[in-house]
T-cell receptor
């Protein structure tokens, strides 16, 4: 089974621009979550989608948004980029999606390294 | 969010040595996970623990879910150079990605 895939792997943008990152979950996984990883803050949860609906949201400003498509693929968008948005953005998929007794273990993709200049 | 204290922060060991790292929290978790992350890559799941007291192995890796449900440890036996990376623990309170909390990581360096 193919793992979680993310595109692009690397991205360089300038302040004020916007960016869209893409994630394809493991086949059969319906839940997709996004995380921001920085050296200073570690792994921080952005949001989680299940069946095209945002289920949970972390403590990030409204410039960070996402969506999920009917095939479970997901995109996240960051508008009006700031220098502090430079980070590794990780996508993770899980089988269950938060509404069952079975633990929904997260499987991560390789990430998109975003650099804001 | 929940705070997971992971120690040590970094380790330098000789190839062939055993490694032990642990994760503690003031909160109870229902699931403990251990991930390894290589530079520029995403975390890769090593071991998942679902019951207090559970001891699980994956090759040279062994992890345990603490009886109090507030801690977990990971052991690596007979380390090899490809064990180099950052190891993260994660505790899960319940269903949903918002209930998954990560430790600060242990950076492992293996000296050949």
């Amino acid at each position: 089974k193919a793992g979680v895939t993310q595109t692009p792997r690397y991205l360089i943008k300038t302040r004020g621009q916007q960016v869209t990152l893409s994630c394809s979950p493991i086949s059969g996984h319906r839940s997709v979550s996004w995380y921001q990883q920085t050296p200073g803050q570690g792994l921080q949860f952005l949001f989680e989608y299940f069946s095209e609906t945002q289920r949970n949201k972390g403590n990030f400003p409204g410039r960070f948004s996402g969506r999920q498509f009917s095939n479970s693929r997901s995109e996240m968008n960051v508008s009006t980029l700031e220098l502090g948005d430079s980070a590794l953005y990780l996508c993770a998929s899980s089988l269950v999606g938060g509404r069952a007794a079975v633990p929904d273990t997260q499987y991560f993709g390789p990430g998109t390294r975003l650099t804001v200049l | 969010g929940q705070q997971l204290n992971q120690s040590p922060q970094s380790m330098f060991i000789q190839e062939g040595e055993d490694v032990s790292m642990n994760c503690t929290s003031s909160s109870i978790f229902n699931t403990w996970l251990w991930y390894k992350q290589d530079p520029g890559e995403g975390p890769v799941l090593l071991i998942a623990l679902y019951k207090a007291g559970e001891l699980t192995s994956n090759g040279r890796l062994t992890a345990q879910f603490g009886i109090t449900r507030k801690d977990s440890f990971l052991n690596i036996s007979a380390s090899i150079p490809s064990d180099v990376g950052i190891y993260f623990c994660a505790g899960q309170l319940g269903a949903g990605a918002n209930n998954l909390f990560f430790g600060t990581g242990t950076r492992l360096t293996v000296i050949p």
